[in-house]
């Protein structure tokens, strides 16, 4: 075979097997139901627009699906537990591609972070409140918010910023990433079609720009939702943010039997999920173990 069919084969496999792995840790890990898989949206109580916040959850949520995921499916459990609790909650989508249906999160991060800050102000506006709080799941609960914190002025419309896995500092996706860099091309292959995940990538213009600045702006409380287990947001401890206002958490020490990794995490764990409810109220925080995924 020519030198030139070989490299074009390796950069293909290279891509593909990438775009695999993110798809496979980072899509929702959760069955949804039928009516969901065929693309109906099951909102069970969120994205309610003639919700009112009460005085006790003042702040209305915002969720922000991971790559490859979408404004219903990351979303199925935590939503309604979230509105069971008296919040008027939220979801978008963003980074839509194309030709490409359901499967969001995929265009360049900067332009996604713009479709956020108009979403927050549409809830703000629907609402009545000065403020949201920001919960996310990978993408979304990581350098997409961020972004809009630290570039697009978002700091003084947000409340919390919860992330759940999110990749702050880049992943190596379990060292895949660096395959990317042994193939010519290869980055520019993943710009032109998947931009929303090479900006995810250790190393890419995008974190560059984001992480030029530090993690966290005045005035938002963080709180970072990690797990040793995470084989997509690696190492997890990248995940950490640094600066006031600032709690990371490891999922295990929380509840040391819970094994879910990066898409189990943010989609399906009520233990997780209890766990974003207490970084929401901490003043009626209580404590987070094994048994809460039955509370």
Same mark, same amino acid.
């Given at each position: 075979? $020519?030198?030139?069919?070989?490299?074009?084969?390796?950069?293909?496999?290279?891509?593909? =097997?990438?775009?695999?792995?993110? =798809?496979?840790?980072?899509?929702?890990?959760?069955?949804?139901?039928?009516?969901? %898989?065929?693309?109906?949206?099951?909102?069970?109580?969120?994205?309610?627009?003639?919700?009112?916040?009460?005085?006790?959850?003042?702040?209305?949520?915002?969720?922000?699906?991971?790559? #490859?995921?979408?404004?219903?499916?990351?979303?199925?459990?935590?939503?309604?537990?979230?509105? &069971?609790?008296?919040?008027?909650? !939220?979801?978008?989508? !963003?980074?839509? &591609? +194309?030709?490409?249906?359901?499967?969001?999160?995929?265009?360049?991060?900067?332009?996604? +972070?713009?479709?956020?800050?108009?979403?927050?102000? &549409?809830?703000? &506006?629907?609402?009545?409140?000065?403020?949201?709080?920001?919960?996310?799941?990978?993408?979304?609960?990581?350098?997409?918010?961020?972004? !809009?914190?630290? #570039?697009?002025?978002?700091?003084?419309? *947000?409340?919390?910023?919860?992330?759940?896995?999110?990749?702050?500092?880049?992943?190596? *996706?379990?060292?895949?990433?660096?395959?990317?860099?042994?193939?010519?091309?290869?980055?520019?292959?993943?710009?032109?079609?998947? $931009?929303?995940?090479?900006?995810?990538?250790?190393?890419?213009?995008?974190? %560059?720009?984001?992480?030029?600045? $530090?993690?966290?702006?005045?005035?938002?409380? !963080?709180?970072?939702?990690?797990?040793?287990?995470?084989?997509?947001?690696?190492?997890? =401890?990248?995940?950490?943010?640094?600066?006031?206002?600032?709690?990371?958490?490891? #999922?295990?020490?929380?509840?040391?039997?819970?094994?879910?990794?990066?898409?189990?995490?943010?989609?399906?764990?009520?233990?997780?999920?209890?766990?974003?409810?207490?970084?929401?109220?901490?003043?009626?925080?209580? $404590?987070?173990?094994?048994?809460?995924?039955?509370?």
């Amino acid at each position: 075979m $020519p030198p030139h069919k070989k490299s074009f084969r390796a950069l293909a496999c290279t891509a593909s =097997t990438l775009a695999l792995a993110v =798809t496979a840790g980072i899509a929702n890990a959760s069955a949804a139901p039928a009516d969901a %898989k065929a693309g109906k949206t099951v909102t069970s109580g969120w994205n309610n627009w003639s919700c009112k916040p009460s005085a006790a959850h003042s702040q209305p949520v915002v969720l922000m699906h991971g790559t #490859f995921g979408n404004s219903w499916d990351n979303w199925l459990v935590l939503a309604p537990y979230l509105v &069971k609790r008296g919040y008027c909650v !939220y979801s978008l989508d !963003y980074g839509q &591609k +194309a030709g490409v249906p359901l499967v969001n999160g995929l265009g360049p991060i900067e332009k996604s +972070a713009q479709q956020l800050s108009a979403f927050v102000d &549409k809830v703000r &506006k629907s609402t009545g409140a000065e403020k949201v709080d920001l919960v996310g799941h990978s993408q979304g609960g990581g350098p997409l918010p961020r972004y !809009y914190l630290n #570039f697009l002025d978002g700091a003084a419309k *947000v409340g919390k910023l919860v992330g759940i896995a999110p990749d702050n500092h880049g992943t190596t *996706v379990s060292g895949m990433s660096r395959l990317v860099d042994t193939v010519p091309g290869a980055r520019k292959v993943f710009f032109l079609t998947l $931009p929303g995940v090479e900006d995810q990538l250790v190393g890419s213009e995008f974190l %560059k720009k984001l992480n030029s600045k $530090p993690d966290t702006v005045p005035g938002v409380e !963080y709180t970072v939702i990690s797990t040793k287990y995470d084989e997509i947001a690696t190492p997890y =401890t990248s995940q950490f943010l640094s600066g006031p206002d600032v709690r990371n958490v490891v #999922f295990q020490d929380l509840c040391k039997l819970d094994i879910s990794e990066h898409a189990a995490i943010g989609t399906i764990d009520r233990v997780a999920f209890h766990e974003v409810a207490n970084a929401l109220d901490p003043a009626h925080a209580t $404590p987070t173990t094994c048994k809460s995924a039955v509370s």
